[in-house]
C-alpha cells in the first residue's frame, strides 16, 4: 500500500508540474484522469470492450545518489476485469545496459498518463505516457514519452511514437497541444559537438494514425546561452518558418512559461532564437 501511495502522489505531482508548464500555449485537455494507478480507456478511446491501464510497482530501491526511491514500474493494459497483461503497446524495450549499471533504463516514476486530441476534441485520442527513470547523482533522469493508439478495427492498442531523453541539458520531448501544430512532437536533444546546439525534430500524425518525422535541423539557439526560455519555444520561429506555418514580420509564435514560471511578454528574434527581452 506504501508503494501505491508513492506512486500516486508521483503521478499526482507530474500532472500538477504539467499543466503549470502548459498554460500558456497548450491549455489542458479536457477528460478523465488517472485514479491512483488505473485509468479507465473505455469512455475516451470508445472502445468495443473494457480497456483499462493499470501501473504497479515494485520494491523500494534507493537511487543514485542513495537516496530512497519508488520502485520499477510495469506498465499493463487490460480488458475486461480480469483480462491478462498486455504490455507491449505501452512499455518501451529496455536499452542495452553495462553489466553494472542493469536498472538505468527503467522507468520508476509515472509522470504523466492521460488521454490527448492531436486533432481536436472531435476526433480520436491518443495515451500519452511519460514515465521517469531513477534520478542520477547530478539530478539527472531518464525521460520517456510515448503516443499509443486504439486500434478500433482489432480492439486493440498500439504505440505509434516513443522517444527517451535527459533533462539535465535543457533537452525535452513535447507534445504540442494548441495553435498550428497541434497533434505534433517536437524533441530538443543536445549536439555532442560544438557549438552545442541542440537537434530539433519534429513529427507529425499521418492520416493513418501513425508519426513520421517531417523536419530536423541544427538550432539557433545554444547551450547555457542565458536564454530564460525553453529550447523548444526558442526555436518555435525556425520551426513554423520551416514548415511553412510562419513569415518573417508576422507576429511572432506566443512562447510558453520562463523557466522561472514568469510569462513571456515581450518576446523578440535574435539571430533566428527567440528571446525573451
Same mark, same amino acid.
Given at each position: ?7 500516486? =502522489? ?28 488505473? =485509468? ?5 478511446? #470508445? ?86 527513470? =531513477? ?5 539527472? &533522469? ?24 535527459? #533533462? ?22 543536445? &549536439? ?78 535574435? #539571430? ?6
Amino acid at each position: 500500500m506504501a508503494n501505491l501511495m508513492m506512486l500516486a =502522489l508521483a503521478l499526482a505531482v507530474g500532472l500538477t508540474a504539467h499543466a503549470a508548464t502548459a498554460q500558456t500555449s497548450e491549455p489542458p485537455d479536457s477528460g478523465p484522469r488517472p485514479q491512483g494507478a488505473r =485509468l479507465d480507456l473505455t469512455g475516451p478511446f #470508445h472502445t468495443r470492450t473494457p480497456w483499462r491501464l493499470d501501473v504497479s510497482e515494485g520494491p523500494p530501491t534507493k537511487d543514485y545518489g542513495d537516496n530512497d526511491a519508488p520502485g520499477a514500474l510495469t506498465l499493463c493494459l487490460h480488458r475486461g476485469p480480469d483480462g491478462p497483461c498486455v504490455s507491449a503497446p505501452v512499455t518501451v524495450p529496455l536499452r542495452a545496459t553495462p553489466p553494472d549499471d542493469p536498472i538505468a533504463w527503467e522507468p520508476h516514476y509515472l509522470l504523466t498518463a492521460r488521454p490527448v486530441w492531436p486533432r481536436g476534441p472531435k476526433a480520436a485520442p491518443l495515451l500519452l505516457i511519460v514515465t521517469g527513470s =531513477l534520478n542520477s547523482g547530478d539530478g539527472d &533522469q531518464l525521460v520517456t514519452t510515448q503516443l499509443v493508439r486504439y486500434d478500433a478495427a482489432r480492439d486493440g492498442f498500439r504505440r505509434v511514437y516513443a522517444r527517451t531523453t535527459g #533533462h539535465n541539458m535543457n533537452e525535452e520531448v513535447r507534445f504540442v497541444r494548441a495553435g498550428p501544430l497541434r497533434g505534433a512532437v517536437i524533441s530538443a536533444e543536445p &549536439q555532442s559537438r560544438r557549438p552545442f546546439g541542440y537537434w530539433i525534430v519534429v513529427s507529425q500524425p499521418t492520416p493513418g494514425g501513425d508519426y513520421r518525422q517531417v523536419l530536423r535541423f541544427g538550432s539557433a539557439t545554444r547551450y547555457n546561452d542565458g536564454n530564460p526560455l525553453a529550447v523548444i519555444d526558442s526555436e518555435m520561429p525556425g520551426i513554423e518558418r520551416r514548415l511553412g506555418l510562419w513569415k518573417p514580420g508576422a507576429p511572432l509564435p506566443a512562447p510558453r512559461l520562463m523557466g522561472d514560471g514568469k510569462p513571456c511578454l515581450s518576446p523578440k528574434l535574435k #539571430h533566428g532564437e527567440l528571446w525573451c527581452g
